[in-house]
């Protein structure tokens, strides 16, 4: 029979990893409930959907806690299986406590939410940006439709955000600290790291097994893989025993896995250059040279076709690759 790993387990000191359920290929993303003297602190909260509510309803039972005794939420970033379900604790908080307990994050993630949840869902236009990439048109309506479907469980928003800035120090539970701004994933994301415990809260930054996506989208930052390789290097000099990432197993070589993605990418930058070599003159066309692509589904095709790009904007700033219109070839 197959081993069924608990969900809820304590990696640290007062520390609880919880796996929530997620309706993706990537099923699971970790979150981080942190036990303090004045009350609880959760980093992240999951994307919101049934049975994401039953999954914290459950951890919170196990804990012997009720919503009200969470006192501050936290998030890495706000892509929306961390910002999902932000929305829905502060309204069963409230419910407890008659308090509207903030979401704090960074102020650039902030501004995602405000354009990507808050604002009116443009699908035209999202639908020209995937048909700009060489996805074929039906193909990128039924990407754009699932895009759609991904901000419905997004609902609730978030009632009240609160920015915090990189380099400050935070209390999170009975514990302090530093946050460090990590761009590539997303273009705000905050890791959190306790010196005196050598722990860091690792976000989507740096994950086991899998590479996080780096993508240029619609209203990103300028060359996120370039950002994201250069703060790779940089974290090199943090002092980590364990880091603790959003998705997959805890990191206990924190040097060695950052080699391991820098080296991920460099290959990758190759295969793109071959993809080019071979040929492939748009985005679609070089990522179905990268990817395995034959069962994405439309949910994974957005970020193929997004990693592709960045993949490319970061050949083209290195002078190998150039772009006319829609179409690459090598430099």
């Known amino acids: 029979m197959p081993v069924t790993r608990d969900p809820l387990t304590e990696v640290a000191d007062d520390v609880f990893q919880l796996r929530l359920p997620l309706p993706f290929a990537l099923n699971h993303v970790n979150v981080y409930l942190l036990r ?28 012997g806690l009720g919503f009200g005794d969470i006192r501050q939420i936290v998030l890495t970033h706000a892509h929306p299986d961390h910002y999902g379900m932000a929305g829905w604790l502060q309204a069963r908080i409230m419910e407890e406590t008659g308090e509207l307990i903030p979401v704090q994050l960074s102020e650039r993630e902030a501004q995602f939410v405000e354009v990507v949840w808050v604002g009116e869902y443009q699908q035209a236009a999202f639908q020209r940006y995937i048909e700009q990439t060489g996805v074929p048109d039906e193909q990128a309506r039924i990407v754009a439709d699932s895009m759609g479907h991904t901000r419905r469980m997004t609902r609730p928003l978030a009632e009240r955000l609160t920015h915090i800035a990189a380099d400050s120090v935070i209390k999170l539970g009975g514990r302090h600290f530093r946050a460090i701004h990590a761009p590539g994933h997303a273009d705000g994301q905050l890791l959190f790291y306790d010196e005196a415990d050598r722990l860091l809260l690792s976000g989507d930054h740096v994950l086991m097994k899998i590479t996080p996506n780096i993508g ?23 002092d980590v025993r364990l880091a603790l990432p959003g998705h997959r197993r805890l990191i206990e070589d924190w040097r060695g896995r950052l080699d391991e993605l820098l080296v991920h990418h460099e290959a990758r930058l190759g295969h793109t250059l071959d993809a080019l070599a071979k040929g492939a003159t748009t985005v679609y066309e070089v990522s179905l040279h990268v990817f395995e692509s034959e069962r994405f589904t439309a949910h994974e095709w957005r970020f193929a076709v997004a990693e592709t790009l ?22």
Do not use: K
Request: aromatic share 8%; net charge negative; charged share 25%.
């Open 216 to 238: 240029v989208w619609q209203h990103s930052d300028p060359d996120p893989l370039g950002r994201f390789l250069a703060s790779l290097r940089a974290l090199a000099g943090l």
């Open 36 to 63: 303090g003297e004045e009350g609880w602190a959760v980093v992240d909260c999951g994307i919101h959907y049934a049975a994401g509510e039953a999954a914290w309803r459950e951890a919170l039972a196990r804990l």
């Open 310 to 331: 960045a993949h490319l904007e970061r050949l083209r700033l290195m002078g190998q690759a150039q772009c006319e219109g829609d179409r690459w070839r090598l430099a």
